[in-house]
């Protein structure tokens, strides 16, 4: 399989270049009119189908590393380290991204399952379709380069082929990391989508917002698959590390958010371009350094840039990734000079005070928390650089600088949706912000009659004041947000005589950008209340022997023993605890701690008691080297479960987004 | 699989994968330029879904009568320009 893969790489490789190289002549053919011997329609044809073919060609690799991996093949070198005979069934397809060069193996592949759908529907604008294509089939021809000459996956193991492999990493033997990659690459590749199309349509002079819409549902999906990602990997953290949180702001957790932050932005900027021509410039840089973004996050967990429990070790793929950026970055840079002049604004921002200008400001932190986030992953690189020492940016500063900026994008989120399009009044905005402004304060005071404290001994409590600014602010904006609902349903309620819950439900079907919108907005709001409880945390460290108790809030854990077990892949370690409440016995819970037999490395299992207001969260932490006890640490983590709630209700708001409204025909 | 069974197959993905890239077509999909008719045409319909927009607002109860009535008046004379362009395009 070995030899299957890599020709089927280098067949991939050599169909991609074809692409690129054919489908520019074909479209400068077009572009100039020059003649040609051979039909420019018919030779972009031809790249267009090597595209597909390439697609292919990337799914026979793909397949035949999957293939050798439930084989045991030992002699491929990759296989050997990331694989072994007792690994589950399920986490052998994990091997396929647990390492640098099958991790690329499949940004290739998902690259090639973009295009070939990108190519097939071709029709809806052959022309743009085109130029996205070649512009796709560059960015496949670097991956495929890389691939095929500095990280092979298919390389051959020098000298005896060994029994059994290293096998997996024990941090990926985990059910989410089955999906969790994979729904992270889904939206890093899928940027490339709206970085093509929006490349294309500067270098093609394409007149119109057209293309804006086209992409739409590409970068939607794409910003969908990279929200998941983003929060399946918090959860994966806190699930899995035992270290009782869930972001730490690790350089490969930043790498995912930079992206996301510019995708995020993009998605709101480009209504303003849409709606009234507005901020033509400002989206195609936008998207061109999500794409880049997307090149960094990939360069600095793949080309082991910087340290952290999800990167690889050091190699020389990084310097690749950064020549490709430089050229891609080159490559943009002189397109948009070149057409600058046809980006012009037709119209100007009318008034500070409006949809436009609040959702200008919303792009401009946007775009400061990403800076924010970039300069502090790159620091240590920086630092090493020009003072020869490494200066690591811990969470402290993170949190210092990023949190303002999150609640100052909170409270944009709820003065958005409240401010007419073009511009308003004092008196409308005094008429439309009563209700909001009157829940922040009503929150504000329940929640310090509630015990939290901004202010202890007269010094500022950092968390409790930032938790209180935060539950404040949600009020607000989930008020305005439902006052927009209500408003909306009002109109059709009055206009039809039917029912409020009709009347929202229609509402819904006649704009489901919009409306679809705000329901990604009510999520996020129920993510920041999650993310607020975080000043609440409290934890408990013990060493348990038989019946003794350790006592956390309203819990209390009594040690009924330690068991052990094992299987062909791990022994494990079990603490069983009763946890007890009031007296009464409420459940049992088991963290365990194992021990995996291919690696000889511990991996922690926690035992997670999830209710609506808090979860209980416990680790067994091993024994005691001087005492030989085992030790028991447990967390009191309030509102982590609306975290997980507020993705939820983020991923429906979006699949509501996507789904076409009712026709304008139909409408009023 | 050994290694030549493996070229094998990989030779015979590269025949199957060229016939289809290099398979004569009758019909290329045309490359046609989009017109400033085209681009007129789309503008229109995005002023209408504006004007729907301005008009849901006010009933909703956003804007109060007079500033309605200036971006009404706004948005519509920006329709009358394109329309007037749009006609001088259709009659030439």
New interface residues.
Partial sequence: ?????S??LL?ALA?AA?NLLAGAVALRL?ATGQPARI????L???AR??G???F??IT?AAFALVWSVFANDFSITYIMEHSNRALPGWYKFSALWSGQEGSLVLWAWLLGAYGFVLRLT??TD??LY?YAGVILAGVQVFFLLVLNFAAPPFALLRGQIPADGNGLNPLLQYPEMVIHPPLLYLGYVGFSVPFAFALGALMMR?????WIKITRAWTMVTWLFLTAGVFLGMHWAYAVLGWGGYWGWDPVENASLMPWLTGTAFLHSVMMQ???GLMKSWNVWLIFSTFLLTMLGTMLTRGGLVSSVHAFAESPIGYWFMVFMVLVLAVCIFTYILQRDHLQSEQRLESLVSRESSSLFANLVLLAACFVIVWGTLYPILSEYIEGAKVTVDAVWYNRVAVPIGLFLLFLMGVGPLL??????F??IR??FVLPVTALWVTVIACLLAGVRPWHNGALDQGHFYALVAFGLSAGVLTAICSEFL??A??IARQSGRNYFWSIFQLIRRNTRRYGGYFVHIGVVIVVIGLAGSAFNRSEEKELVLHDKLTIGSYSLECMGFTQDSNANYTSDYALLDVRKGGKMLFQMAPEKRVYMASGQPQTMVAIHSVVAWDLYVVYEGTNPDTDQPIIKAFLNPLVSWIWAGVMMMVLGTLVALMPSQR?GN?? | ?T?T???I???L??IA??A????P?KV?????????L??LL??K??L???L??????F??????EE?FEA?RA?LENETARLMAEIELLQQA
């Fill in positions: 399989m070995a030899a299957f893969g020709f089927a067949v169909l074809y077009l039909s420019p329609e018919r972009a044809d031809t189908r090597a597909i073919a390439g292919a060609a026979a071709h029709k052959v022309k085109a394409y007149p119109g917002e057209k849409e709606k009234k007419p399009w073009r511009g308003t009044s008196k409308s008429r439309n408003r909306g009002l109109v304008a409408r009023e | 699989m290694e069974q493996g070229l197959a990989g030779g993905l590269l994968l060229l289809y890239t290099f398979w077509e290329s999909a045309s490359q046609l330029e989009k017109t400033r085209d681009y789309e503008r319909e995005q209408y879904e504006n729907r927009d301005l008009n849901f607002e009933r909703a109860g956003k804007y109060p500033e971006q706004q």
